[in-house]
């Protein structure tokens, strides 16, 4: 029975590496999405609250295989916005309906200190961050999509004169695309 189920599972993936998961007829997706966070430290009296603003351009390379650069702004109270440069592999999964699962990973460089799921602008610290996450989008007709995602991002920030800090943050991001 173990056999019959890898064999089967090794046959439904490699289906999917042939199907395409983009409506059809289009190689370009153009999306931005939004995170919001609340969060409060021990001891601390009120809560502090940051948003993420990705903004992404991806290009089908493959069937579903998306090369996804992705700018991301993030702005937490009283503060600058900080800016972070991700570059991402998506693979996006055919999937019965509209509703299309996909996976994330990727690399990226930025400005700021951790705090929550953000990075906070200081000067002195430069950010190096490996993401990983997954999602799906929900297809609305064959040019736009509602996309949901969890990602996982360790940040790894360094610095002359500081000692390297290292921050691992999961956040959910909530976004539109379109695609042309």
């Known amino acids: ?13 490699l289906g999917t590496l042939v199907a395409s998961a983009q409506p059809t007829g289009k190689k370009w997706e153009l999306g931005g999405g939004f995170s919001y966070t609340s969060y409060k430290f021990k001891g601390d009296t009120e809560s502090e609250w940051a948003y993420n603003f ?8 493959w069937q579903g295989l998306e090369f ?3 700018f991301m702004l993030t ?3 009283g503060e600058k916005a900080g800016t972070i440069f991700n570059v991402n ?7 019965p309906g509209s ?3 996909f996976l994330l990973a990727g690399v990226g460089f930025g400005k700021g200190t951790p705090v929550a799921t ?16 997954g999602g799906v989008k929900c297809l609305i007709g064959s ?6 995602e969890l990602r996982y991002t360790h940040n790894h920030l360094t610095a002359s004169g500081y000692v390297a800090e290292n921050a691992n943050i999961i956040n959910f991001i909530a976004g539109f695309s379109v695609f042309f």
């Open 89 to 95: 592999l998506a693979y996006n999964f055919l999937s």
């Open 54 to 61: 990705p903004l992404r351009v991806g290009y089908f390379v």
């Open 118 to 133: 953000v990075a906070v602008p200081t000067d002195p610290f430069n950010a190096f961050l490996i993401n990983v996450g």
């Open 68 to 70: 996804e650069p992705e």
């Open 75 to 77: 702005k937490y109270k």
């Open 143 to 148: 040019s736009a999509a509602v996309r949901l």
């Open 99 to 101: 509703v299309q699962p």
């Open 1 to 13: 029975m173990k056999k019959v189920i890898i064999v089967l599972t090794v046959f439904f993936f």
